[in-house]
């Protein structure tokens, strides 16, 4: 069975797999999908005989084995839907059924954001499955393969599939979790250059995960997200592409927007090969910028009968509708005002949800057909939507083309798009959405050709990131900058970290915050200067965790003044006895200062299930 085979299996097997979800109204029940009459596995033998792979993935996937020797950087630039994702995955996974592994034992894929990367991990774990129907013959094989291997025991299934997100309550596998690491760029730079190990520098390890790093194939997806205020993260990353250039590590960077200026100041100094695709074969998209023209705002067009006719039409042909703005506090006020329209249709997403609410939301989406979607810039990749139509807030045009982007994503759908106005331009450069604007007025198909056809997105992205703006961007911050590149310089294999020197992948480190009710505040207060076995430490953990979430220093320092902190959060091991030491420091309020890399407890008020941290 050829390479082009394994394309075909691994898509049908994600199409299946999440019609399978949707009709059932289940999510991650691998095995009970595999052996489903409808969606399993010989239902989407038959559908993967009539996939054609695109001549580009093909061409792509040589590429990848042919440089894999080499450890040559290999850049794709193809527009959204055309099947990018499957792109890293298929010649790896293919590894296993030549039983030759010539590009690397392990593959590390990583994203910007946290709620991408858990839609990553169950997107490569059906692609594992699809790899086994590959090799086996049935589902009896299969499952005997897996219990063997020990991925399957009392019917539940653990795939050797790693997710590193960055939490500081959960013990990363910091990337020896599996032959296949998905994770957030952030854990994974952290662990490279030694923040991030377990047990701190008592590791001896502490190089494990640079050397794990080096021997894989890295694949860094979405990387036009990484652009900040400052340009600071792909400045950071151009340093440490060209240490793991050096090497002839084999990296994959994929990225459907990326304007020329980021791609020149990330890959600066290094060595590569750029594989564009022009087209898209995906459904057409109506762009509507009156809205826009008449500088009308989200809260005050989302009334409009005519448009609540069409989102209540997707509705009733079980399709999502997307309404996507820029702030947190605005998709808060959106969601509780048509709430109230569309009751239990809706759903909320963005980046300041614990983990709890945010797979709550993310399982909604995967089981249901035909919800009204209320969701930041998180939604903007990686998320694979059955949309037909999108509100969205003016935004870069890079965000723009990939918001859009979600929807249609099929040859012959169609969707439609509406653009309207913002009330300021945060958390953007106002130079950036002023041009964006002026540019759109100026010609109302310029989205849609850029959507289909990535000369026509390139030279829309070029004509707003100007090198001149990006210069004036690094220019106000770059103090921080010069730290992380004396750090980085300092750093040596098999050596403690430098000391005394903040390396920084962000403009901004960030804290783990801890939402609590009135009764689980008061629980962990009783904890104060407990000691815990493993296990009831594990337990405790696991509760943290799932009501956690990361956010920058600066936005837990607002926090504080507004006196929405309980406390900050220790656990310390004690020494040869195998247990677990819990420690609350709850100082007088005006006295808190947060530092990066802490926990914190959240007053009960701050934070409200479904919605996220209140309005600061």
Not at 282 to 299: P, Q
Not at 494 to 499: A, D, G, N, Q, V
Request: glycine share 6%; net charge negative.
């Amino acid at each position: 069975m050829s390479i082009s085979d394994l394309i075909k299996l691994c898509i049908s097997s994600w199409d299946h797999y999440k019609k399978y979800s949707k009709e059932n109204g289940v999510a991650r029940k691998f095995i009970e999908w595999l052996n489903d009459d409808r969606f399993g596995i010989d239902q989407l033998k038959k559908y993967a005989e009539n996939i054609t792979p695109y001549y580009f993935q093909e061409k792509t996937m040589e590429k990848i084995l042919e440089y894999s020797l080499e450890g040559k950087i290999l850049l794709i630039k193809a527009p959204t839907a055309s099947g990018k994702t499957e792109i890293p995955f298929i010649p790896f996974l293919n590894q296993l059924c030549t039983k030759e592994f010539r590009i690397a034992p392990r593959l590390i894929y990583s994203l910007p954001l946290r709620s991408l990367s858990n839609v990553m991990w169950e997107r490569a774990s059906v692609y594992l499955l699809g790899t086994l129907i590959r090799v086996f013959d049935d589902l009896g094989e299969i499952e005997i393969f897996l219990k063997e291997k020990g991925w399957f025991e009392k019917n539940i299934l653990k795939l050797p599939i790693g997710l590193e997100t960055g939490s500081l309550i959960k013990e990363g596998d910091f990337l020896y979790g599996g032959f296949i690491t998905v994770g957030t760029i952030d854990a994974i730079i952290y662990s490279y250059v030694t923040q991030r190990i377990p047990g701190g520098l008592r590791n001896p390890r502490l190089s494990l995960p640079s050397g794990l790093l080096s021997t894989s194939l890295f694949v860094l997806d979405e990387v036009q997200m990484l652009q900040d205020e400052y340009y600071h993260s792909p400045r950071i990353l151009n340093i440490i592409l060209n240490q793991l250039a050096s090497i002839h590590m084999p990296i994959i960077i994929m990225t459907a927007t990326m304007p020329n200026e980021l791609k020149n100041r990330m890959l600066l100094g290094i060595d590569y090969e750029e594989i564009i695709e022009l087209q898209s074969r995906r459904g057409m998209v109506l762009i509507d910028i009156n809205f826009l023209k008449r500088k009308e705002r989200m809260l005050r067009i989302l009334v409009q009968k005519e448009l609540l006719k069409k989102i209540e039409n997707n509705i009733e042909l079980g399709k999502h509708s997307l309404i996507v703005v820029n702030k947190v506090s605005t998709a808060i006020k959106i969601y509780k005002e048509i709430s109230q329209i569309f009751g239990d249709k809706i759903v909320l997403i963005h980046g300041k949800l614990n983990v709890k609410d945010r797979e709550t939301a993310e399982e909604k989406l995967e089981k249901e057909k035909g919800l009204v979607v209320v969701a930041t810039q998180v939604v903007e990749s990686g998320y694979d939507f059955d949309a037909g139509l999108i509100i969205t807030e003016v935004a870069p045009p890079d965000s723009l083309i990939q918001r859009i982007g979600r929807i249609a994503r099929k040859t012959g759908e169609l969707g439609e798009a509406f653009i309207v106005d913002v009330e300021d331009t945060e958390p953007y450069h106002q130079k950036i959405i002023d041009a964006t604007k002026n540019l759109l007025l100026e010609d109302e198909g310029l989205i849609g050709e850029a959507l289909q056809n990535m000369e026509k997105s390139q030279m829309l992205l070029d004509e707003i990131y100007k090198k001149e703006y990006v210069d004036e961007f690094i220019k106000s911050e770059n103090l921080k900058y010069v730290h992380s590149l004396h750090y980085l310089h300092k750093l040596r294999l098999f050596s403690l970290p430098p000391e005394g020197i903040q390396f920084t992948f962000r403009p901004e480190m960030y804290v783990t915050l801890i939402t609590t009710n009135n009764d689980q505040l008061s629980k962990i207060r009783q904890m104060q200067n407990n000691v815990l076995t493993r296990n009831e430490f594990e337990k405790f953990r696991e509760t943290l965790e799932m009501n956690s979430l990361n956010v920058s220093v600066n936005f837990a320092r607002s926090l504080a003044e507004k006196g929405l902190l309980y406390g900050k959060l220790d656990t310390s091991p004690v020494y040869g006895e195998g247990l677990v030491r819990v420690t609350i420091a709850h100082e007088d309020k005006k006295k808190q200062y947060i530092h990066p890399l802490e926990i914190w407890l959240l007053e009960p008020q701050a934070y409200e299930d479904s919605l996220g941290i209140k309005e600061v």
